[in-house]
């Protein structure tokens, strides 16, 4: 998962510079113009094509991870409820550079701020919990013996 977690990202990055500084690539790397920011148009990244790419797979990535949910009451074995816990995770991590590639560095105006706040939230006390989950069964066995 992490060699695509990091391939996924270098690609996010590529795209990112070839819409917003398309004169720091070589001509070889370059995209079709149909999916090129035009220069006018570099306060708003998230609507270009390419920015309406990155918060499509992002927003697919949050109804993904929203369904953990739903297969945690569905379950049959406990094996499939890891699987999904596991998915969950990276690919929530994944949608950091996606958010911010798309949103192209700037909060916006009021309502754009506060969905960043509250994505910001979201994204800082599920790592909060995900390092509780993995540090606290440690220190309650090792207090234990």
Excluded at 60 to 82: D, P, W, Y
Excluded at 116 to 132: A, F, Q
């Amino acid at each position: 998962m992490v060699p695509f977690c990091r391939l996924r990202n270098a690609v996010s990055i590529w795209l990112y510079l070839e819409i917003s500084r398309p004169q720091t690539l070589p001509s070889t790397l370059r995209l079709p113009d149909s999916l090129l920011q035009k220069p006018f148009e570099h306060h708003r990244v998230g609507g270009t094509p390419l920015g309406l790419i990155f918060g499509t797979i992002a927003l697919s990535i949050f109804v993904f991870a929203a369904l953990l949910g739903v297969e945690k009451n569905c379950a049959l074995a406990h094996r499939t409820v890891q699987r999904w816990l596991r998915a969950h995770i990276w690919l929530t991590l994944l949608t950091i550079p996606l958010v911010i590639l798309h949103s192209g560095f700037r909060l916006g105006g009021p309502m754009t701020t506060l969905i960043i706040i509250l994505y910001v939230v979201v994204m800082v006390s599920g790592i909060y919990g995900l390092v509780l989950q993995h540090h606290v069964p440690t220190v309650i066995w090792s207090g234990a013996g």
